[in-house]
């Protein structure tokens, strides 16, 4: 046989012409990067300029261009209606969690049930979309600073996020045209990109505070492996709030001085707060300064000084304290165990934020490589892991409880937080009416006990239940949750044996149809990437097929007929043949006429392992038998 | 059964553990002659009972029904070292991580994911000493309540458990939340140290109350914990 193979257990890598890139992307609330590793080594990706910060903001122009980045950022001026930023705020959010961010919003929301939708420069637009165009823009990027295609990305989010917000940022992805190796969660990336560097060993804690979510994560390193022991945060606090604050002191400042003036619109409120953010920076290296409101007709002058902004920030940096405090406890650790803290997300260059973590953890943080970019990096290099192949090994946990609605509005949990992932568990729910034929499973994410207080993840109708007496009907319901932390709900009524169907209603993601309709819309050669798709899996699998049956073959050709064996190896060459063409429906053919030829060959070496074990005897004794 | 998703992608997932689910313990060599070897999916040759992976042709193989113990390598028993339960996890999960398997096909995925799921099944029952012993009482066809304390039957440890109980709901500031706390702590030490001689001597009747014990007093302590933090946060 003319077969190359691989020694046991190395991982076949695609075919050269198949293996497209694969980045670490962090999209961010305020910035976004992305990065490449090669040999170990990662790299942010650079525009023309040298900036790796892409600010996450985009704006929608009236003769259907997109612009995103710093570009989309100078339109605030004279088109702020139709610029969006902080858009991951709303990833995976109902109008009512929007509302509840409290506050002016800087957007204008349409009313609607399900995931939000913003008017932007007379467009209706979802935070999928306006994430996946962010993501466009930085698979550009990759592209033009890589001189090749770029199809697939580990995409980072906060450890915080739930599974809504999850799925929501997988969607943006496959919007954009990438295909989402995995999703990783941001302090975890950060870790693996501190690690590398420098193969520490022992308990770190990641305390991550962007623009728009705080995440703490405590991890236990030691000899290449990545294990988070506990995670906590909040995924709607960040540096925003600090912006907010300042702005709704400056405009209160403004209404004292100008008489009860109109409600700020919401274009002056994102005015506001780039000021108030300018000012927030500024005092990040002064003392004091003053600052311009230039709103609507008049001009009003605000000074502020680090003692003021800090009594501004306080409580959001106290509650990521509180929270720092929770998830040691969580894991049972003092801060004296931790031996180092790694600081990331661009509010760690406040002054305050970096003298209270120090306060709690008794030593500095490191803050060695840039918190703006150590999220992309890391997530480069297991984006180099996973399509090449690695020694280090990350283990997550789910950052929330997952549970399930029972009578009277309470939650049993079936998944605790902090638990490894992937994960699955099963728990048996019932009736509690004669003659029930339905149930409605409703999966909750949170740690309170009641469901109002928690996240509604999805809804899901189990009909069909046999009508029986109250208590009798047996339902298993089990939730998984995969490596990319995303969650899936199966249910089933077991006393009959017969299997249900079940209808999934995501409370805040897109339906499917909303899903290909934005595919359609969005990709005009979304149908030749499915083919692509399509042709590299048939070529994985035919691949897969060869060097199972040419190991077969070494190991077991004794039982191998001789014809049998020239018509296999003939096959066997015509599907190496096709695997340099792009027919794949000629490859999928070819595997299956390959599976029928083998057949009997695997049917003989079931039957002597089956008939050595029936015996008590080991294979290589009854090889020996047969040869002898 | 039928496949559910949250969102717009398959994902199957097929889990094989489950608390309260089956548990083979004839399984695993023990019983009489060698199992029969099942196909792998892969090149459809023989593979051992509790394989993770095809000796012929290398492909991962479903997780199968495995004790915990079986599955993590480990000698059957109470006294564990924490540290060798992390060193055999980590290993087994260097090799079936769904990180391994990122690029290969759907199913060699799929299995990845069902084999990772059992290892951590049996990783959070092992490492932690209630649930150990739980789970092995349970591998004698033991059920320890898992209420603890709700449902003493033991009048001795019911009026143990009332004690502790009521101080605890005495306390009215941190030092004394703490005195119960490391009363608890003391206990529970005390426990895990009678609980691996029982298991050895197969006193499965003694261990089954240790286990009791030490469910109500973790439970305790556990509380005492949320005691604690909430009247250091109210000060």
Known sequence: MLLQIHEPGETPVPHEADASLAVGIDLGTTNSVVAIARDGRAEVLRDEAGAALVPSIVAYLDDGEVEVGEVARRRLVDRPDAVVSSIKRLMGRGIADVTALGGVLPFEIEDGAGMVRLRLGGRRLTPVEISADILRALKARAERALGREVGRAVITVPAYFDDAARVATRDAALLAGLEVLRLVNEPTAAALAYGLDRSVEGLYAVYDLGGGTFDISLLRLEKGVFQVLATGGDSALGGDDFDHAVAAHFLAERTAELGAAERPTSSEVKLALQTARLAKECLSSQAEGSWWLDLGERRTRHRLDVAALERLMQPFVQRTIELVAGVLDDARVSPAEVKGVVLVGGSTRVPLVRREVEKLFGRAPLADINPDEVVALGAALQAEALTSGSDTLLLDVTPLSLGIETMGGIVEKVIDRNTPIPVAKAQEFTTYQDGQTGMIIHAVQGERETVDRCRSLARFDLRGIPPMTAGAARVRVTFAVDADGLLTVTAREATTGVEQRIEVKPSYGLTEDEMADMLRAGMENAREDMERRLLIEARVEARRVLLALKAAVDADGVLLAAADATAIGRQMDSIETLLSGRDRHAINDAVEALDRLSHPFAQARMDRAIHSALAGRRVDEIDAATRG | ?235
């Open chain 2, 1 to 235: 059964m039928t496949q559910l998703s949250t969102s717009t992608g398959e994902r199957p997932i097929e889990p094989r553990e489950e608390p309260g689910g089956k548990i083979d313990s004839a399984g695993h060599g023990a019983a009489a002659g060698t199992p029969a070897p099942f196909a792998c999916w892969s090149c459809r040759g023989p593979v051992a009972v509790g394989e993770a992976f095809c000796a012929t042709c290398k492909a991962v193989q479903p997780p199968g029904q495995l004790d915990h113990f079986v599955r993590l390598g480990l000698t059957r028993g109470f006294a564990l070292d924490t540290a060798e339960i992390d060193r055999h996890y980590f290993q087994l999960q260097r090799q079936l991580h769904p990180d391994r398997f990122a690029m290969r096909g759907p199913r060699e995925r799929a299995l990845s994911q069902q084999q990772a799921t059992s290892l951590n099944a049996a990783y959070e029952t092992l490492k932690d000493p209630l649930a150990r012993a739980g789970y092995l009482l349970r591998l004698s066809g033991i059920e320890v309540n898992a209420e603890g304390c709700n449902t003493l039957t033991d009048p001795v440890l019911l009026s143990e458990a009332m004690e502790l109980r009521e101080a605890l709901a005495d306390a009215t500031d941190v030092a004394s939340v703490d005195v119960i706390a490391r009363r608890a702590q003391v206990d529970i030490d005390d426990c895990l140290t009678e609980l691996a001689p029982a298991f050895r001597a197969g006193d499965l009747d003694r261990a089954g109350r240790l286990t009791t014990r030490l469910r109500y007093l973790t439970k305790l302590a556990e509380e005492a914990r949320f005691h604690r933090l909430r009247r250091a946060r109210t000060i």
